[in-house]
């Protein structure tokens, strides 16, 4: 029998490529998105897409009492990392007040299992790498709420019985990401700059590393998760093994795109200098795979941004606190007053 699946945030980047990999499972697919940040041409054509949002109580219990899921896929937040400081209360309610009315869903209608994609912003400054065994201490609004919901995950599988999979992905990049979105995605960020010829922005000196994770290591695992045994009510860290810095990005995605090389440094923002994660838990249930390289990623991602073309920056003007904000955003904002 068909799994009847929910995907939320399945018009968005990682979302829809995971709504893809379960279609290919045969996996009979509604794909739930407000397209604040997605598109409804990235829908797969074999989904069934509702237009709604996961803040929305009602909406999200005539859903799960009219399709009777087995599956939920979780993917839908706004993960602007370093802005979520400032929208406080915006990034409580969709990031974990949301997810509250999926996690109660799901017990109400006995969902088999919900896949959660959380971050490796729950880890804050740990020691590197990081790993699942570390004691989280995010440093910032969006990490806290990620990880309010992999607890909530937890209790509400030793209560009723909910089993759950938990992703921390880092960094992924590829097809179909909002290029838009001047405040998250610094891969698409570079490109969108590029093509528009402006310089692409660093804040700070640009020595920060992250490493930079294709979407076709992520997705397909994501898919598979809940039909593996061994990776129920587990978490794991997935994505690149090895850390870049954004400087040595910003020179291969200007490589790539045929930009100018020219760079804006900006003040220094509030964020982790370097964060990557070991993936020794996920190679040892799921099996080591080779990954795409930092380069081949990228020049994929470019043929994309090409054919699709510049995205003109939407400014995010529901700012619930100023202070301390980096200076380049502020002085963005106080345009619109």
């Not at 294709?214 to 009510?233: G, H, K, M």
């Not at 043929?303 to 939407?314: I, N």
């Amino acid at each position: 029998m068909k799994k009847k699946v929910l995907v939320t945030g399945g018009a968005g980047f990682i979302g829809s490529h995971v709504a893809d990999e379960l279609i290919a499972r045969g996996c009979d697919v509604v794909v739930l998105d407000d397209l604040s940040g997605g598109f409804v041409e990235n829908v797969p054509e074999q989904a069934t897409f509702v237009h709604g949002t996961i803040t929305d109580e009602k909406l999200i219990t005539a859903l799960f009492e009219e399709h009777r899921f087995n599956l939920i896929y979780h993917l839908a937040a706004y993960a602007a990392e370093g802005l979520s400081h400032f929208i406080k209360r915006f990034n409580y309610k969709n990031n974990l007040i949301g997810s509250v009315n999926l996690v109660n869903a799901a017990v109400n209608y006995e969902v088999e299992c919900f896949v959660f994609t959380s971050s490796i912003a729950v880890y804050g400054k740990n020691q590197l790498p990081m790993t699942e065994d570390m004691i989280p201490l995010p440093e910032d609004s969006y990490g806290i709420a990620k990880l309010a919901v992999e607890q909530e995950l937890k209790v509400s599988y030793e209560m009723f019985g909910l089993d759950y999979v938990v992703f921390r992905p880092h960094n992924v990049f590829g097809p179909r990401q909002n290029i838009g979105d001047r405040y998250r995605n610094v891969v698409g960020i570079f490109m969108n700059q590029i093509m528009q010829d402006q310089p692409m922005t660093i804040f700070g000196d640009g020595e920060q590393s992250r490493a930079f994770t294709s979407i076709e290591d992520v997705a397909p695992i994501i898919a598979d998760s809940p039909f593996n045994p061994n990776a129920l009510n587990e978490v794991f860290n997935i994505g690149a093994d090895t850390p870049y810095s954004v400087n040595h990005l910003a020179q291969v995605v200007n490589s790539v795109m045929g930009g100018t090389g020219s760079i804006n440094y900006l003040d220094a923002r509030n964020e982790v200098q370097h964060a990557f994660s070991s993936h020794a838990k996920l190679e040892m249930v799921f099996g080591c795979k080779a990954k795409m390289s930092l380069e081949e990623g990228v020049h994929q991602m470019a043929k994309w941004a090409k054919e699709v073309g510049a995205k003109k920056s939407q400014l995010f003007g529901a700012v619930e606190i100023m202070k301390n904000m980096p200076q380049s955003w502020k002085q963005e904002l106080l345009q619109l007053t």
